[in-house]
């Protein structure tokens, strides 16, 4: 399977509550990043945590990383209609050369 | 207005054909990307280049072409080799920074992206 795999695929939440998605990954990292695509458009970066942070904030955002587990998770606080959109993790491995690896996405409705 | 810019939106090819789509960017990043999105899927690398006349086959080259002869603009050509096209295409580009002996790069900004359609 990929690199960056997120999970759940799709979510569905009431306007209000809290998005919970993770990542996982298999290999060494430098640093992983979070993007957020609103249907039909460009992605839009939201937060990169590096290899030796562990938890990170924007806003409504919180990000935290176990690289012991190769795993990270995005929390959305307080939800609202226009978080409506696919979440993306990306991995800049260090074996890789400068490139991101991808994972599937999870799509969150937020229901107003 | 600095920016990432894809062009057309939204591309149509006869079967055979070659298409080549539009990235320019005038933020002066060191580094551009061509992704692919499949409906439902994550992104998958096509080429990349960071820096000028130089460029890497990410992926899923096969059936792609690409040129980076100006740092602002980095053309991508669909070719009548790829079997499969129709897809959303993006392009990104980002910033480079030093790190002890190594050169990263920073997060990365995307196009608002094309989407190509097989007829």
């Known amino acids: 399977s990929q690199q960056g795999e997120e999970d759940p695929q799709a979510l569905s939440i009431q306007e209000g509550e809290n998005a919970t998605m993770n990542c996982s990954y298999k290999?060494?990292?430098?640093?992983l990043q979070w993007y957020r695509q609103n249907s039909g458009r460009g992605l839009v970066h939201l937060i990169l945590?590096?290899?030796?942070?562990r938890e990170k904030h924007s806003g409504r955002l919180r990000v935290t990383l176990d690289t012991s587990k190769k795993s990270s998770s995005l929390l959305i606080t307080a939800s609202r209609a226009a978080d409506t959109a696919s979440y993306f993790c990306?991995?800049?491995?260090?074996?890789?050369?400068?490139?991101?690896?991808f994972g599937g996405g999870t799509r969150v409705l937020v229901k107003p | 207005d600095g920016g990432i810019t894809q062009s057309p939106k939204y591309l149509f090819r006869k079967e055979g054909q070659n298409v080549t789509l539009s990235c320019e960017q005038n933020?002066?990043?060191?580094?551009m990307y061509w992704y692919r999105q499949d409906p439902g899927q994550g992104l998958r690398l096509i080429y990349y280049?960071?820096?000028?006349?130089?460029?890497q086959k990410g992926d899923i080259a096969e059936g792609y072409s690409v040129s980076r002869e100006k740092k602002e603009s980095f053309p991508l050509t669909v070719t009548s080799a790829q079997k499969n096209p129709t897809a959303f295409y993006l392009c990104?580009?980002?910033?480079?920074?030093?790190?002890?002996?190594?050169?990263?790069?920073?997060?990365?900004?995307f196009g608002p992206g094309t989407r190509l359609t097989v007829l």
């Open positions: 990104a580009s980002s910033t480079k920074i030093l790190s002890g002996p190594r050169t990263r790069y920073n997060e990365q900004f």
């Open positions: 933020l002066n990043h060191d580094a």
């Open positions: 280049s960071q820096i000028v006349n130089d460029f």
């Open positions: 945590i590096r290899s030796n942070e």
């Open positions: 290999t060494s990292i430098n640093n």
């Open positions: 990306a991995t800049d491995e260090v074996a890789a050369g400068n490139k991101l690896t």
